[in-house]
């Protein structure tokens, strides 16, 4: 789960980290009340799930109250990579001396939090790497540890010389892994991390990814969760504990298992078609997660035909041929359906079927040619 | 022969009166398992009754702790079927408790959580499989997870799968072709995982049984780059691979973490070409598996 | 540094652990006041770093307030083991079903924080370790991980073969791991931890020792330090930074270094005299320490020699034989002086002395044998 | 010969620009030590000067880190002369640098904290000495740490102490009878330190030069009688020893941790009848060390 950066500047707050002070509006008049309390500049930042906010035009410097209401109406409202900006995060505006980059992502190779850090902030990470690899140090926590005085001091050198900044910047380090930590990160980062004229270091911007897998023990965080900002089709797949990504092609697709539902999605293409869909029913079987699956694909108008792929482990195909029986009569189908079903109950599932007209196919390569067929116009349903 | 499971594995099970532990356990044990113990804290001193191949009932002693089940039944392997705030305790439990071999089908757990646990194993030497796998399975020898037996036959084919379905599937194509398995290993998902593709490699190679490997990868991450260098060094036998992921958009999520391109590594082309440079056979789609697996048991 | 009873259960309180409403008085009225808030049948008990204070007659069941005054005015002014009781704690009669021990120490052995557990509580864990070594569960905890959930459950259920009476031990468990590490404690126990009748579990007693060196770092739980209940010799000699301990005997031992003092102390018994304390100047050279020494030394009246036992290695010698100066000129001796000096600046130490009309040896196996002799009177200072 | 350093050290200095550091470091130097490198967080990039044996200025170049300095100069060993709340860190800043030997002086470590430390430089295969203890010092050739070098003469005893200034005393009298040292070492006498007597006699027992051993230990714990089974089970070379502390009461503590009697175990006659019983020369007296020494080498 993405936080705001608001959200994400609370939290580094609450562990300590300096953040100039910011309030949140959803109005240009709110931002304006905004920025008259702060009595200076203000920066008017949308908070929306999307990189390249300031490219797009969502980060703005502001002068004056009238100035702020000005450009957060321009930005309320506006759409980000296809997310349209509900809120403004409206923030002191910092003197830059320099800009640096922190950032922690829990990394596969070392099975560690990785620290990534860089004297060149401000911008993405990624470029830094691409472009100039040897600015950014990476540093591999051992959590059984934690990240030790030494580690963070070793960091904070590698950002300044000078040794005051070092330790403060040591500092931050160990607030931010903290925070990182307790709110179950799979990514944080402070970028720029900055140091004002006077020699102070703050963070100007940051950034969280929690691990869906931590929410169910950290309500507080999850209470944090925007619905608003989210694709609202993932949002009610997630309510019905169903895994659905939404993808450009016309091809729903309905499959139990990610590695079996991206092979699925691979043969159509491999076929010639394109998925309209990632989607995933999970292991457990219930006829009501095919009901919903199917309602939320429906959703889509790109959709010209439906492919259900279910390899029956845990997944019961009777639970899934019941459920495909209940869908199409509370709703009947505007696009053709193939079933593909094999495993755990098998016989039980097509004699469900085939007792309500459908047909199946016990074989996913027949079937995905069969649906790819359809949507080219080269088979009937 | 097979690899990590075979006739003498005796296994716990962590979770055994749960829904899913006790549907398993029962799955397992009909399947020939060699079920010895379970585990569920405040129901030690009870049995958990299930049938035989033979159809004889079998009454398996519950514990409260792992500890107690292994010292009452020389368990050497856990498999673990608790919800998943209580996965990682479970792992440590199992691990510092004696046995060799931790499955662990869970999943969900989360990723910090098995930074802490992935150390812990590997100081005690324990071979950890998942969180968040089907498990294994040497067909006619024993089953440790999640994986339907009937799909399963008994060959020369060494299995090893990041998925769970996707590896049921391939399976079940190699046995419906009349190519059977020696031991069919999920190693699951999750960005952080106990067994790795070039440890279950590793162990095909040794094995006399296996002759050939079929190999089923996702996007994301380096794991398939790294065992297609693994096999251009260390493998004498033949591997098929394939990769899951082609048409997933870069940078989102597929369901499980094991599937986000992080930059550009971890791309299905990427780890097609890493397969080829590595003289591995790639099946293109499943079904592919069949000819370019019996092509290289001849 | 041990705390009191109540400092100890405040601090357990804190982390978690359910424990009996309690008050320290100091006066017997207060003590009665305290009874009457409770409203209930109290315990009183003495407040000294000493243990068997039951069999001391230092707790006591008391029915009523007027009992609690009675009882407090018994035991405020008693003396255990040498301590003045100077504060009761006034707590909550609690009904004991069953009576167990827990508690954590750092093992040398095992180089960890260990825990000891026994179903056998109400008692003190040393009996039950020498009589019924079964009946205690011991289990090392890997301060890089903590205490593990199964581990705590391990012990909860080593306890109590009930599975809440094992879950609410375990947490127990937890929060007393959890206060242990975060007190700097090099013991933490709680004896008895009490089931009720009514299946609560309570800890009705609750002990730390904390380790000196975390002190620096905690000034929290340094200010919990009660000098009106140590020896006070051994106050003021921590007071300036001296290694003080009170011993029986009459020769008065002045060392650097804590394995040379306690071999300059067995010297002393080896020929046949008794050491009248252990004291280490540590290190550092400084004249005001050796001030310091003299005077805390000579405050003790069976003093009949003093012998000065001073190795040079860090310890400049002509800074010990300074301070032997300065504290003789202010305060001249009553007691025969035995000077052994070796080592760093050893020819300038000498001659200091020898100006100032001392003596000194360069072999200690001789100096402790002299002021053996004089003790026993075979030989003048 | 020698054991744990020699010539060749090459030595860090942790908290060179204290008041402990840099006295102790010119010591080091004018004894004919190689310090090559010290470290003060900020003062990277000054020198500290000192003089050699032969009287010529050394300028010890000055890095911000461990790390650094290690890189920069080679350095194997590091002795740290940091306060007590830092000294946790810098050993495990020195032990993650590469060296192979850490030697710590300060006195006054948290035991919680070398409860951490202890398994951090084992898992690195780093050798920690200390803390809280003198360090070492192999005569002619090199010293690491505070004890005294002109008490100390080259030679064909191995001495290893749990105390510092009683280990001068020892030193100090074997080499006005004459008698040379191999290596003296300091192993401290806190609770959890790094090096115990049985790593040490180990040491030397496989050194070709040490023909004895002079062992000083304390009461508290059980490390005398562990270094004693040790002995008779694994040691050709003689041993004598010496335990201080049979005038202490019981469960007070004397100066250091590491003087504790818990209960029964470690009291001074305990630990005395222990070494005799592993043919250990028992030492009543500091003085007798020379006699029971001279009449092993002989």
């Given amino acids: 789960m993405n936080l705001h950066e608001y959200q994400a500047k609370e939290i580094l707050r609450?562990?300590?980290?300096?953040?100039?002070?910011?309030?949140?509006?959803?109005?240009?008049?709110?931002?304006?009340?905004?920025?008259?309390?702060?009595?200076?500049?203000?920066?008017?930042?949308?908070?929306?799930?999307?990189?390249?906010?300031?490219?797009?035009?969502?980060?703005?410097f502001c002068k004056t109250p009238a100035d702020a209401k000005e450009k957060a109406a321009a930005i309320l409202g506006m759409k980000i990579k296809g997310l349209t900006v509900e809120k403004v995060l409206v923030t002191v505006a910092a003197d830059i001396g320099s800009e640096a980059y922190v950032g922690i992502i829990v990394d596969r190779a070392s099975k560690k939090p990785?620290?990534?850090?860089?004297?060149?902030?401000?911008?993405?990470?990624?470029?830094?790497?691409?472009?100039?690899?040897?600015?950014?140090?990476?540093?591999?926590?051992?959590?059984?540890?934690?990240?030790?005085?030494?580690?963070?001091?070793?960091?904070?050198?590698?950002?300044?010389s000078d040794v005051k900044l070092a330790r403060a910047a040591a500092k931050v380090m160990q607030q931010l892994y903290a925070a990182f930590i307790a709110s179950g990160c799979s990514l944080a980062e402070i970028n720029p991390l900055v140091v004002t004229p006077q020699g102070e270091i703050i963070a100007v911007d940051g950034k969280m990814v929690i691990d869906d897998n931590e929410l169910d023990r950290r309500p507080d965080i999850e209470a944090l969760?925007?619905?608003?900002?989210?694709?609202?089709?993932?949002?009610?797949?997630?309510?019905?504990?169903?895994?659905f990504i939404k993808l450009e092609g016309n091809v729903g697709c309905v499959v139990n298992g990610a590695g079996l539902a991206m092979a699925t999605m691979d043969l159509v293409k491999y076929y010639g078609g394109e998925p309209a869909n990632f989607l995933d029913i999970g292991g457990s079987s219930n006829p009501e997660k095919v009901v919903n699956a199917l309602r939320i694909i429906t959703e889509d108008s790109n959709v010209k035909a439906i492919l259900f792929n279910i390899f029956g482990g845990i997944t019961r195909t009777d639970d899934v041929a019941n459920g495909i029986v209940t869908a199409t009569k509370a709703n009947p189908l505007k696009v053709p359906l193939v079933i593909r079903l094999t495993g755990t109950n098998e016989e039980l599932a097509m004699k469900i079927l085939t007792d309500n007209g459908f047909t199946a196919s016990k074989d996913m390569d027949e079937a995905v040619r069969h649906v790819v067929a359809i949507v080219k116009g080269e088979k009937a349903a | 022969m097979s690899i990590f499971i075979d006739k003498n594995t005796k296994v716990v099970v962590q979770?055994?009166?749960?829904?899913?532990?006790?549907?398993?356990?029962?799955?397992?044990?009909?399947?020939?398992?060699?079920?010895?113990?379970?585990?569920?804290?405040?129901?030690?001193?009870?049995?958990?009754?299930?049938?035989?191949?033979?159809?004889?009932?079998?009454?398996?002693?519950?514990?409260?702790?792992?500890?107690?089940?292994?010292k009452a039944t020389g368990a050497n392997t856990s498999v673990i079927y608790v919800p998943p705030p209580f996965a990682a305790d479970a792992i440590m439990e199992a691990a510092a408790s004696g046995v060799?071999?931790?499955?662990?089908?869970?999943?969900?757990?989360?990723?910090?959580?098995?930074?802490?646990?992935?150390?812990?194993?590997?100081?005690?030497?324990?071979?950890?499989?998942?969180?968040?796998?089907?498990?294994?399975?040497?067909?006619?020898?024993?089953?440790?997870?999640?994986?339907?037996?009937?799909?399963?036959?008994?060959?020369?084919?060494?299995v090893v799968s990041r998925s769970g379905t996707l590896t049921y599937e391939i399976v079940y194509q190699l046995t419906r072709a009349g190519i059977g398995q020696t031991t069919c290993v999920g190693i699951g998902g999750d960005p952080i995982n106990g067994t790795n593709f070039i440890d279950c490699l590793a162990a095909f190679e040794k094995d006399p049984q296996t002759k050939a490997i079929a190999m089923m990868g996702e996007i994301g991450g380096t794991d398939e780059q790294e065992a297609a260098a693994y096999i251009k060094q260390h493998m004498t036998k033949p591997v098929v691979g394939f990769i899951a992921g082609q048409t997933a958009p870069p940078g989102r999520r597929m369901g499980h973490a094991g599937a986000i391109i992080s930059g550009s590594a971890g791309t299905a082309a990427e780890k097609i070409e890493a397969f080829e440079a590595a003289g591995v056979g790639v099946a293109r789609r499943p079904i592919d598996f069949v000819d370019l697996i019996r092509a290289r048991l001849k």
């Fill in chain 1, 14 to 60: 609450r562990f300590g980290v300096a953040i100039p002070p910011g309030e949140v509006a959803t109005t240009p008049a709110q931002a304006e009340a905004i920025a008259t309390k702060f009595g200076t500049a203000v920066m008017v930042k949308a908070q929306v799930h999307a990189g390249g906010r300031g490219k797009a035009g969502g980060v703005k």
């Fill in chain 2, 100 to 158: 060799q071999l931790v499955v662990c089908i869970t999943e969900g757990v989360p990723v910090l959580d098995m930074t802490r646990v992935y150390p812990f194993v590997k100081e005690r030497g324990v071979r950890l499989l998942g969180a968040n796998c089907p498990g294994l399975i040497s067909p006619g020898q024993s089953k440790v997870g999640i994986i339907p037996g009937r799909i399963c036959a008994e060959g020369s084919v060494g």
């Fill in chain 1, 225 to 243: 969760r925007d619905e608003s900002s989210e694709e609202q089709s993932e949002v009610d797949a997630r309510k019905h504990n169903l895994t």
């Fill in chain 2, 15 to 70: 979770g055994i009166t749960g829904r899913d532990g006790s549907f398993h356990t029962k799955q397992m044990i009909e399947y020939g398992t060699q079920v010895v113990a379970g585990v569920t804290p405040g129901k030690g001193g009870q049995k958990f009754e299930a049938v035989s191949p033979r159809g004889e009932a079998i009454m398996v002693p519950v514990f409260n702790t792992v500890e107690d089940a292994v």
């Fill in chain 1, 114 to 160: 990785v620290f990534m850090v860089s004297a060149a902030g401000g911008i993405d990470i990624e470029e830094v790497a691409a472009k100039t690899p040897e600015k950014i140090r990476y540093h591999p926590v051992d959590v059984r540890y934690g990240l030790q005085t030494y580690e963070a001091m070793q960091l904070g050198f590698f950002l300044y």
